[in-house]
């Protein structure tokens, strides 16, 4: 009966989406997307239940992807290829963002010594199109693609900052803040203070939220007619760099950086 039931759903659900609608498409990227979402191999059974389908809908969609190459099998489990990445480098390579900001990203934390990204806003996460680190800096797992909840890094503050009323009230209504670190804040209250803040600021800094140990300051990026189309920011361990430095010391270069390239921005 459950299964009817979520069949049922998702019948109704492409109907309202219309005639165009491919429900098969959105499937096999529901799998996808379920594979990407960990860094371990899923059994079907995982796999079906964390893209919220049948095990029969999750199987023949295992099996096309893996016959486009973009999905492998390992005795029951299954992993992504490398060949995804063809996914994402398409993305990158259309994405002026991504392509002018890499080099940026690594020159300023060459210079700095903070690591340095570029993010944009996907619903209620921010996705790295571009990311740098200095060598003195222990890794910090960080790289072009890597998600974050929007709500609890100065990035993502930045970016629910520069939406609508609307759209932010709409994004707050749906939002369940989860706890990354015991310093996150998960009031959406609070939340929706903290993004008006930095509305008002044009900044915004966000202490171990995110990560133990590690502060980020962000600033919005505009392209040439002011629409805020990414976020760039710094980051770095508390001990090093006390928050008033970081403000007091980064704040007017990243604005700068910002300012600089708004004109290159499209």
Request: charged content about 20%.
């Amino acid at each position: 009966m459950p299964r009817l039931g979520a069949e049922a759903a998702q019948r109704r659900g492409a109907a309202a989406r219309g005639p165009e609608h491919s429900e098969a498409l959105a499937r096999g990227l529901a799998v996808l997307t379920a594979l990407g979402a960990g860094r371990r191999p899923l059994s079907l059974a995982e796999a079906a239940r964390a893209a919220g389908l049948p095990r029969a809908t999750a199987r023949r969609a295992l099996a096309t992807l893996a016959n486009l190459g973009l999905v492998e099998a390992e005795g029951r489990l299954f992993r992504l290829t490398p060949r995804v990445l063809r996914l994402a480098t398409g993305y990158l390579g259309s994405n002026g963002v991504s392509v002018l900001l890499q080099p940026r990203c690594e020159a300023i934390a060459a210079q700095g010594g903070t690591t340095c990204s570029v993010a944009v806003l996907d619903g209620a996460e921010i996705v790295f199109v571009a990311h740098a680190q200095p060598v003195r800096l222990a890794p910090s797992g960080a790289m072009v693609g890597t998600r974050l909840p929007a709500h609890c890094t100065a990035l993502g503050r930045v970016l629910l900052a520069a939406l609508s009323d609307p759209a932010l009230e709409a994004l707050l209504a749906g939002l369940r803040p989860e706890a990354l670190t015991p310093r996150t804040e998960t009031d959406p209250a609070r939340v929706r203070t903290a993004v008006l803040a930095a509305r008002a600021a044009g900044h915004a800094l966000v202490e171990e939220e995110a990560e133990l140990g590690f502060r980020s300051l962000a600033v919005p990026l505009r392209r040439y007619d002011g629409r805020v189309v990414a976020a760039l920011n710094l980051g770095a361990p508390v001990a090093l760099h006390p928050a008033g430095d970081m403000v007091a010391q980064r704040l007017p270069g990243l604005l700068a950086e910002a300012a600089e390239l708004a004109a290159q921005l499209v």
